[in-house]
């Protein structure tokens, strides 16, 4: 069975960084395009960051310019470097398969607040 856990999230000023984590077992990430999802409250989930089996990468326009996503396939690890942090960034912060898969892990909360 497929398990991906998350973490790194925490609470955070404005303008600050974090860097989040994401392993998977049960699966080979380097079989697949991966992302980072968000879903704050009372808001759908939304992809934020995608990155392809090679390398190539895309973000949403909330967070291009600040967020970069990279992956580490020999680790099964995929991670999101979050720097100029903003209020409206605070989510749960999930990754998985892009499109996504029906596995899902707990996520990580990122609260940015002063």
């Known amino acids: 069975q497929v398990q991906l856990v998350e973490s790194g999230g925490g609470l955070v000023q404005p303008g600050g960084s974090l860097r989040l984590s994401c392993t998977a077992s049960?699966?080979?990430?380097?079989?697949?395009?991966l992302g980072w999802y968000r879903q704050a409250p009372g808001k759908q989930r939304e992809l934020v960051a995608h990155?392809?089996?090679?390398?190539?990468?895309n973000y949403a326009d909330s967070v291009k310019g600040r967020f970069t996503i990279s992956r580490d396939d020999g680790k099964n690890t995929v991670y999101l470097q979050m720097n100029s942090l903003k209020p409206e960034d605070t989510a749960v912060y999930y990754c998985?398969?892009?499109?996504?898969?029906?596995?899902w892990g707990q996520g990580t909360q990122v609260t940015v607040s002063s």
């Open positions: 998985n398969k892009v499109p996504f898969g029906v596995y």
């Open positions: 049960g699966t080979i990430f380097s079989a697949y395009a």
């Open positions: 990155i392809t089996r090679i390398r190539s990468t």
